[in-house]
């Protein structure tokens, strides 16, 4: 699995279709969050500030929706576009605009460009592991626990958990190649 | 030794990367490298939760958006006009007693103060509206020149005595078309009394209350209206041969009003009148490169109208107002003074608000309630055993930087949801009895 990406045409008609209805504006969403989040988190400092940026990218997309205009550029140039001026901002307010790299040389930068995809699609696959694979990447990762913090939560030995941990790498790596291939 | 598993040894590194999240990847054999660099990654994974959230929040946006907006409202509140005579009179409660005993007139507002005197009041003549006031030491009087038009204007003109009206002249037909009688009110309005006789008014009928002024300098007053409120000038300016201007109706909007240089009995009366315009401040701008002197810059009232205060060249006041939201007449209320919220567990509770969020104590009785104060607000938090399972309150709160609050939360234990809307962003909390703290920082 990769990422979601839409035949231009399929976009275009969603985006008028949300333009025309908000209420629509919940598949752009789904097909675009783990997009955004990938852009933003490496560019912020921690956790809080790449939900903050996310969340305002978002509101603004709705927020300009109908301002929109489609040109066959993508839909994500348009969000990442905001995100990058949405970290400039909060750079500035800051005054640490010197610290971190200019998240807009990221858009131009297909490298970069690249592994923003990548990150996300690794994002999306990581909801298709067992469920045993994805608790242990949720609570090691996300939630920051120890290996023995995650196996008395589950009730499972220490070892074992590293396994799990192991084998749910394995997969996505696995996975992440055939996406990417 | 024993040798480690390559799970152990993976862990090992991964273990690295996390406790030193800007460091560089760690070293690992080149079978372990390619997942240790998914693992870098997965240090970026959202959390499942935050999708959710922004994906409500926006949902909510989005029905905000789609739902249709309110009308916009007219500039001018619904009953009057563009011009509406502002009289202060000595007295307002009989000034309005007059006014229907006289002219029909049908008071639709009355704002008294504790003392009985009227702060503020409205009556309807013939579908115009008058407003009027008590005057007291720094407000004085301030009456004003009317010419009202009625179906029978001798008929209003007897009934205007007997309510006490000193006569000025006897209704006659004057040459301009109109039966017209003139009296002078115990308050100190003159009232010109008029029933067209031999023109028949454009619309089909006059405006029933039109304000007449007669300054020292029409010329300057029309020329100042052009330049402040667009005034026009309808039909011709007839004028004394000395050039004095001897009567000329403006128009300002859906109103007119009557200008004449003052001459013989009829001498100036500086009154106030009230004017609806599409814009108070560029209108208050207008006036005052115009000349006007500032009584009361542009500021929103509670009443729905911006407003704004100007004195013209000639010493005419103008209320300027431009109507901004319909408002049902708000209540003087000036401050919160508590409310109560309920809890099944008064011990549990006062744990969560005293001990946990720190909000001080004003009192309390043990097994009863006790008193807290949030932003200077006392909230009384009531036992009540039969509260348990019942749908909590929301409280609002506004917090100066919401990372701050939502690291106090975070500090306290306190797990807490959030959200965006256009204007604000929030984190909410729950109490143990299920009511809704919501921490709100404007945009």
């Known amino acids: ?181 | 030794m024993p040798k480690r598993s390559k799970a152990g040894q993976l862990d090992q590194a991964v273990q690295a990367l996390l406790s030193q999240p800007d460091s560089l990847l760690p070293s690992a054999e080149a079978e372990l490298a390619p997942l240790l660099s998914v693992a870098a990654e997965l240090r970026g994974l959202p959390r499942e939760e935050f999708k959710q959230q922004l994906k409500s929040s926006l949902q909510r946006s989005s029905s905000m958006a789609t739902q249709p907006k309110p009308e916009p409202v007219s500039y001018i509140r619904e009953g009057f006009h563009t011009i509406t005579p502002y009289m202060i009179v000595q007295g307002a409660a009989g000034f309005s007693d007059f006014l229907k005993t006289a002219f029909g007139a049908k008071e639709r507002l009355r704002v008294p103060l504790p003392d009985g005197s009227l702060m503020h009041a409205e009556a309807d003549l013939g579908g115009y509206i008058i407003e009027f006031a008590d005057s007291n030491e720094q407000v004085p009087p301030r009456p004003a020149e009317l010419h009202i038009y009625v179906s029978d204007a001798d008929a209003v003109y007897a009934r205007a005595l007997a309510a006490g009206a000193a006569s000025l002249f006897a209704p006659v037909d004057q040459d301009y078309g109109d039966r017209e009688g003139g009296v002078k009110d115990k308050f100190g309005n003159q009232w010109y009394i008029a029933t067209p006789i031999s023109w028949t008014p454009p619309a089909g009928r006059p405006p029933a209350v039109q304000p007449v002024l007669h300054p020292r300098g029409a010329d300057q007053l029309m020329e100042f209206l052009k330049q402040a409120f667009d005034a026009e000038i309808l039909g011709d300016v007839p004028r004394s041969p000395e050039g004095a201007v001897l009567h000329v109706t403006m128009q300002i909007g859906d109103n007119t009003l009557e200008i004449g240089d003052a001459h013989g009995q009829f001498g100036t009366v500086p009154c106030a009148l009230h004017l609806y315009v599409p814009d108070t401040d560029a209108a208050y701008e207008r006036a005052m490169r115009a000349g006007a002197t500032s009584l009361e810059a542009p500021n929103d009232k509670p009443y729905g109208d911006r407003s704004a205060g100007v004195r013209d060249p000639l010493g005419f006041t103008w209320f300027l107002a431009t109507h901004i939201r319909d408002i049902t007449f708000p209540l003087p209320i000036r401050r919160l003074d508590f409310f109560t919220i309920r809890t099944a567990n008064l011990e549990r509770a006062r744990r969560f608000y005293v001990d946990t969020l720190q909000f001080p104590v004003r009192d309390e009785k043990k097994g009863e309630y006790f008193r807290m104060e949030i932003a200077g607000v006392p909230v009384c938090v009531d036992y009540d055993a039969g509260f348990a399972g019942q749908r909590g309150n929301q409280v609002g709160v506004t917090v100066s930087h919401l990372g701050v609050t939502r690291e106090g939360l975070r500090t306290r234990g306190i797990k807490f949801s959030e959200g965006e809307r256009a204007d604000e962003t929030w984190v909410a909390i729950k109490d143990p009895d299920g009511h809704e703290i919501i921490f709100i920082q404007e945009k």
């Not at chain 1, 839409?6 to 598949?27: K, N, Y």
């Not at chain 1, 205009?69 to 348009?78: L, S, Y």
């Not at chain 1, 970290?87 to 930068?109: K, N």
């Not at chain 1, 499972?156 to 799990?164: D, T, V, W």
């Open chain 1, 1 to 181: 699995m990769k990422a979601p990406k839409l035949e231009a045409e399929d976009e275009r008609q969603l985006i008028e279709a949300a333009q025309r209805d908000a209420s629509r504006f919940g598949e752009l969403y789904e097909l675009n969050f783990e997009r955004v989040y990938a852009f933003v988190v490496r560019r912020v400092r921690n956790r809080a500030e790449a939900e903050d940026v996310t969340s305002e990218v978002f509101h603004r997309a709705l927020a300009n929706l109908r301002r929109f205009e489609w040109r066959g550029v993508p839909f994500a140039a348009w969000l990442y576009r905001m995100a990058a001026n949405a970290i400039a901002d909060r750079g500035q307010r800051a005054g640490r605009e010197t610290e971190l790299p200019d998240a807009a040389e990221d858009i131009e930068d297909p490298i970069a460009m690249r592994q923003v995809e990548e990150r996300a699609t690794l994002f999306q696959l990581v909801n298709d592991l067992s469920e045993d694979q994805h608790r242990v990447v949720i609570m090691r990762f996300v939630e920051q626990m120890s290996i023995r913090e995650i196996a008395d939560e589950l009730h499972r030995s220490e070892g074992a958990i590293k396994q799990l941990q192991f084998r749910a790498l394995e997969n996505l790596r696995a996975r992440l190649r055939r996406a990417h291939a």
